[in-house]
C-alpha cells in the first residue's frame, strides 16, 4: 500500500487484506487500486468510508464489496484528487485480475506506482520525465512469469525494471511488495538491489514498512 499525505489529509493506492481491520483508523479521504487482487483490494470487503477509485475491468471483479462512493477510472484520462493528479496504464501482470500503474503527480513532481507487473506496454509514456520509479519487488534477479498463449503473466525482475529506468532516464527507483527471495535475507537482497542499480546510474533500493519519500516544493507535500 501507498499512502499520500498532503496537508494532512490521506490517499491510499491500494489497500490489501492486511489491512481490512486498519482502514477506519487511517481514515483516508481516498483509495486508489491498481487492481483487484485480494492483496490489493481485500482491504475494502467490508466497505469503505470515502471515495474509491478503480478501473471498469476491476469494479466487475470486486463488485459484491459494499463500496457506495464508487468512481471510475479510464486508461490514459489523468484524474484529480487533492490536487494529486492521477493517469493510469495498463500494465502486464494478470487476466484474471487486470492491473494498471498510476503516473503521479504534485507540485512539479511525478513518479510511476506499479507494485505488480511484467511489462508496461506503454513504458515511453508511463516513465516519461518521473522522478522515482516505485515497482514490483517480487524477485530481483529471476523473472517469475509464465505465459498463456502470447499473454505473459506474474513479475518482471528488479534487474529488468531497473533496465527500464536506465532507458527512459529514470534516476530512482524503490521496490515494494517483496517476494520470499528479497524477505528471506532482506539484507543481502538489499545490497544486491543497490549494486544493481549503482551498475546502471539508477539509485535504487528495497521499500520497508514507513518508508517516507519526500518531494521538495514550496507545497508541503509527501509521501509515504
Excluded: K
Excluded at 23 to 37: F, G, N, S
Excluded at 127 to 150: C, F
Amino acid at each position: 500500500m501507498l499512502c499520500l499525505t498532503v496537508a494532512r489529509r490521506r490517499v491510499l493506492v491500494d489497500c490489501g487484506d492486511d489491512w481490512l481491520n486498519e482502514l477506519a483508523e487511517l481514515a483516508p479521504d481516498a483509495i486508489v487500486l491498481t487492481h483487484a487482487h485480494r492483496d490489493h483490494a481485500g482491504g475494502l470487503r467490508q466497505g469503505a468510508a470515502c471515495p474509491v477509485y478503480a478501473t471498469d475491468e476491476t469494479w466487475a471483479r470486486i463488485a459484491r464489496y459494499p463500496i457506495e462512493l464508487r468512481e471510475h477510472v479510464s486508461p490514459n484520462r489523468p484524474f484529480d484528487i487533492l490536487g494529486i493528479t492521477f493517469e493510469a496504464f495498463p500494465v502486464e501482470h494478470s487476466l484474471v485480475a487486470p492491473a494498471v500503474g498510476y503516473r503521479i503527480g504534485f507540485a512539479g513532481h511525478v513518479f510511476f506506482y506499479a507494485p505488480d507487473l511484467v511489462s508496461i506496454p506503454e513504458q515511453v509514456e508511463a516513465l516519461r520525465g518521473i522522478s522515482v520509479y516505485v515497482g514490483d519487488g517480487a524477485s530481483v534477479t529471476r523473472p517469475i512469469v509464465r505465459r498463456r498463449g502470447e499473454v505473459r503473466i506474474g513479475h518482471a525482475s528488479i534487474r529488468e525494471q531497473l533496465d527500464w529506468c536506465v532507458a527512459e532516464s529514470v534516476a530512482r527507483a524503490v521496490f515494494t511488495h517483496c517476494g520470499s527471495q528479497i524477505l528471506r535475507n532482506e539484507e543481502a537482497a538489499q545490497s544486491r538491489v543497490v549494486a544493481l542499480g549503482r551498475e546502471r546510474g539508477v539509485r535504487a533500493t528495497i521499500a520497508h514498512d514507513g518508508l517516507r519519500i519526500v518531494l521538495h516544493s514550496s507545497s508541503p507535500p509527501s509521501s509515504a
